[in-house]
């Protein structure tokens, strides 16, 4: 690597993403969209909270300068599960690992689109 090329890295960085729950007829919703892994779980409105840690890095390449020493810019993201909670006015409910992945895979555009809660 030379002076003009940036990399950054980071581990088991944390993210959040939060998501406005509606309970109507026993069924739970968010966006329009039923969940049914939900259903009996949680009884009243609320917010679910997806805690996710980040692991990766980026190399903003070399754009200039001589051919045999340039490069596209380049990195990885790897996010992955921690927890998964609802909270609503009464309390806060943890979800079994089960749900929480359920709720990972349905929600996994978010997550990594999310931004991470570095300071």
């Known amino acids: 690597m030379n002076r003009y090329t940036r990399v950054s890295e980071w581990t088991n960085e944390r993210g959040t993403v939060y ?19 939900l259903a009996g779980v949680v009884n009243t409105d609320g917010q679910m909270i997806i805690e996710f840690l980040s692991t990766g890095y ?8 001589p051919p045999e020493k340039c490069y596209p ?5 790897e996010r992955t599960l921690d927890k998964v909670s609802v909270e609503t006015v ?12 359920i709720i990972f895979d349905i929600y996994e555009t978010d997550v990594y689109e999310a931004d991470l809660d570095c300071d």
């Open 90 to 101: 009464y309390d806060t409910i943890r979800l079994t690992p089960k749900q929480a992945n």
């Open 73 to 77: 810019p380049e990195g990885s993201d």
């Open 58 to 65: 980026e190399d903003s390449g070399q754009l200039y300068g």
């Open 19 to 37: 998501l406005d729950l509606i309970c109507e007829d026993g069924k739970v919703w968010e966006d329009g969209f039923e969940l049914e892994c």
